[in-house]
């Protein structure tokens, strides 16, 4: 029996390359003979690294930069393709994880170090890259990255802006003549599948930034800050629009991108998918399993577990979900997989209770599927 294995990370529990560990054995267990693919996946945000490094037989170099308060973080990245091809995820250096919850404020985090981080990546030699861009800290549209990487953003009086959110409401030009003209030579894709524009009541301040710290105060002066930077984008004409979806992904780094680096936006879970040669394995498969977190009425508009589906039933290989838990209207799970359980016993005291005995309920509950699907009881 050919099996694959393609589940995301369980946020805040097991990376991805964990999650298949821990099923992987538990098969086994069971089939020792079964053909078992181990492909973690990932979507863009956090594990994309780990993911396509795995898959490409590449290498994980790591490098100082400025983190999103500005003090010094270690930032990682990932070569492959003979050094020429890289890829990096921006909550490396400016994520939501690197800031305590106590210290969490939108207005003053900075992208300084994803452009920083970037750059060392551009440094090795690198002329296709991929960026995901989930996990952000911040909702500067990528000014500080733009500033990292030579674009000078500056006040009426021509001085450059501090780092900041905070500051873009002063933004009064861009001059990007001193860019690393790296940047333009490079194919760079932003893997994301977040669909929100820049601006508005589902842009990146109204959607994102409470999530990030901001009081409703602060989303009112992100917000402002951002229409003015987009407005500073389109009279130095880097951007027609920032209605592109995707453009407040990550605090409207993903417009950002789009106007500093010439960047191309692509769904991260099809590319990733793409780029770890899903495909190539389902051929003669007889199952697929995947799984997350937590599954809830959002995985099936295009998030990466249901996207791993498409594929799989594409070669009419069925695909059974493994889930932290799973939320929302049961009925809609059967559109989208064979068989969808939750791994949690449901005799947890706490999430974090629920977290710490997260490996121990997912060998349990594959176990069990294990030991039908060998009975011939469920599966292909």
Same mark, same amino acid.
């Given at each position: 029996?050919?099996?694959?294995?393609?589940?995301?990370?369980? =946020?805040?529990?097991?990376?991805?390359?964990?999650?298949?560990?821990?099923?992987?054995?538990?098969? &086994?267990?069971?089939?020792?003979?079964? +053909?078992?693919?181990?492909?973690?996946?990932?979507? $863009?945000?956090?594990?994309?690294?780990?993911?396509?490094?795995?898959?490409?037989?590449?290498?994980?170099?790591t490098v100082k930069v400025t983190g999103p308060l500005g003090e010094a973080v270690t930032a990682r990245f990932g070569l492959y393709n003979g050094g020429r091809s890289g890829v990096l995820e921006m909550s490396s250096a400016s994520g939501l994880a690197l800031i305590p919850p106590e210290k969490r404020n939108p207005l003053r985090a900075t992208t300084r170090g994803t452009g920083e981080l970037l750059s060392a990546v551009l440094d090795c030699g690198v002329t296709d890259l991929t960026i995901g861009i989930g996990g952000s800290a911040t909702v500067d549209g990528g000014a500080g990255m733009a500033q990292a990487l030579g674009c000078h953003l500056l006040d009426a009086e021509g001085e450059e802006l501090p780092p900041g959110a905070e500051y873009l409401t002063n933004l009064a030009s861009i001059d990007a003549?001193?860019?690393?003209?790296?940047i333009f030579q490079t194919k760079i894709r932003v893997a994301c599948d977040v669909t929100n524009p820049l601006l508005g009541p589902e842009g990146a301040a109204a959607v994102y930034g409470p999530q990030k710290g901001a009081t409703p105060e602060m989303v009112v002066a992100l917000e402002q800050g951002l229409a003015v930077l987009a407005n500073r984008w389109k009279e130095s004409?880097?951007?027609?629009?920032?209605?592109?979806?995707?453009? $407040?992904?990550?605090?409207? &780094?993903g417009a950002g991108l789009r106007a500093f680096c010439h960047a191309q936006p692509v769904s991260g879970a099809k590319l990733i998918i793409d780029m770890l040669g899903l495909r190539n394995h389902l051929a003669g498969a007889d199952l697929l399993i995947? $799984? +997350?977190?937590?599954?809830?009425?959002?995985?099936?508009?295009?998030? &990466?577990?249901?996207?791993?589906?498409?594929?799989?039933?594409?070669?009419?290989?069925?695909?059974?979900?493994?889930?932290?838990? &799973? =939320?929302?209207?049961?009925?809609?799970? $059967? =559109?989208?997989?064979?068989?969808?359980?939750?791994?949690?016993?449901?005799?947890?005291?706490?999430?974090?209770?629920?977290?710490?005995?997260? =490996?121990?309920?997912?060998?349990?509950?594959?176990?069990?599927?294990a030991k039908l699907i060998h009975a011939g009881i469920c599966g292909k």
């Amino acid at each position: 029996m050919k099996i694959i294995l393609a589940p995301d990370k369980f =946020k805040g529990n097991m990376t991805s390359p964990e999650v298949c560990a821990v099923i992987r054995g538990a098969f &086994l267990a069971v089939m020792p003979d079964a +053909e078992i693919v181990s492909l973690p996946m990932a979507d $863009g945000g956090e594990g994309t690294v780990d993911a396509v490094v795995a898959a490409a037989g590449g290498e994980i170099r790591t490098v100082k930069v400025t983190g999103p308060l500005g003090e010094a973080v270690t930032a990682r990245f990932g070569l492959y393709n003979g050094g020429r091809s890289g890829v990096l995820e921006m909550s490396s250096a400016s994520g939501l994880a690197l800031i305590p919850p106590e210290k969490r404020n939108p207005l003053r985090a900075t992208t300084r170090g994803t452009g920083e981080l970037l750059s060392a990546v551009l440094d090795c030699g690198v002329t296709d890259l991929t960026i995901g861009i989930g996990g952000s800290a911040t909702v500067d549209g990528g000014a500080g990255m733009a500033q990292a990487l030579g674009c000078h953003l500056l006040d009426a009086e021509g001085e450059e802006l501090p780092p900041g959110a905070e500051y873009l409401t002063n933004l009064a030009s861009i001059d990007a003549s001193d860019t690393d003209p790296r940047i333009f030579q490079t194919k760079i894709r932003v893997a994301c599948d977040v669909t929100n524009p820049l601006l508005g009541p589902e842009g990146a301040a109204a959607v994102y930034g409470p999530q990030k710290g901001a009081t409703p105060e602060m989303v009112v002066a992100l917000e402002q800050g951002l229409a003015v930077l987009a407005n500073r984008w389109k009279e130095s004409r880097m951007l027609d629009s920032v209605e592109q979806p995707g453009d $407040g992904a990550a605090g409207g &780094l993903g417009a950002g991108l789009r106007a500093f680096c010439h960047a191309q936006p692509v769904s991260g879970a099809k590319l990733i998918i793409d780029m770890l040669g899903l495909r190539n394995h389902l051929a003669g498969a007889d199952l697929l399993i995947t $799984g +997350e977190g937590c599954t809830d009425s959002q995985t099936e508009s295009g998030k &990466l577990c249901s996207e791993v589906a498409a594929a799989a039933h594409a070669f009419s290989v069925p695909v059974l979900l493994l889930s932290g838990a &799973l =939320k929302g209207d049961p009925a809609g799970f $059967g =559109k989208t997989f064979d068989y969808a359980f939750s791994t949690s016993s449901g005799a947890h005291a706490s999430i974090d209770e629920a977290v710490r005995a997260g =490996k121990d309920d997912l060998y349990f509950t594959a176990l069990n599927l294990a030991k039908l699907i060998h009975a011939g009881i469920c599966g292909k």
